[in-house]
T-cell receptor
């Protein structure tokens, strides 16, 4: 069974401080990992995916298969980063469902 | 494209009543997903369709929940009878392919069962 764990429901940081949103997963196959974000009064949307190896809005995430983690990081938090962040997991190919974590609310304090 | 469209945006009903939530996926997308979001359990996948066919409904909580996709541009999620514990935000999402492609979410329907 595939499982995504986001240990923190709420993470508060000061503006300018580094941010790390934790995500751990369990899956026996070859995983694909995503981060989705939901800003206030907006739709849930894709932030980034590990296969793209890109930085979006200053955020990066590296897939660590040894630690089964996909933590989301940003060196300097901004107030507009305040949102709900969901880590998601699927397997590549075929009819495989996406499993979301419970979500972490990031609150950036000005 | 207006994106994924859901209706109604808010629904307040009384326990025991039937509730029908509607979703119009993005044109051209062939996969559709229904999710439920609660504070306690986060975002849970209820069911997903590929080419209008239900592929996995293991997330549907019980027989009171049913979902249909009669054509590529419309899907419904029905709860009958509704219970207070069904109160949540229900999201519909669509993608071009299952799993590996980006899912595009609708605005959600906030359901309150009194």
């Amino acid at each position: 069974a595939q499982r995504v764990t986001q240990p923190e429901k709420l993470l508060s940081v000061f503006k300018g401080a580094p941010v790390e949103l934790k995500c751990n997963y369990s899956y026996s196959g070859s995983p694909e990992l995503f981060w989705y974000v939901q800003y206030s009064r907006q739709r849930l949307q894709l932030l980034l995916r590990h296969i793209s190896r890109e930085s979006i809005k200053g955020f990066t995430a590296d897939l660590n298969k040894g630690e089964t983690s996909f933590h989301l990081k940003k060196p300097f938090a901004q107030e507009e980063d305040s949102a709900m962040y969901y880590c998601a997991l699927t397997n590549s190919g075929g009819y495989q469902k996406v499993t979301f974590g419970i979500g972490t609310k990031l609150q950036v304090i000005p | 494209d207006a994106g994924v469209i859901q209706s109604p945006r808010h629904e307040v009903t009384e326990m025991g009543q039937e509730v029908t939530l509607r979703c119009k996926p993005i044109s051209g997308h062939n996969s559709l997903f229904w999710y439920r979001q609660t504070m306690m359990r986060g975002l849970e996948l209820l069911i997903y369709f590929n080419n209008n066919v239900p592929i996995d409904d293991s997330g549907m909580p019980e027989d009171r929940f049913s979902a249909k996709m009669p054509n590529a541009s419309f899907s419904t999620l029905k709860i009958q009878p509704s219970e207070p514990r069904d109160s949540a935000v229900y999201f519909c999402a669509s993608s071009f392919r299952v799993s590996t492609d980006t899912q595009y979410f609708g605005p959600g329907t906030r359901l309150t069962v009194l």
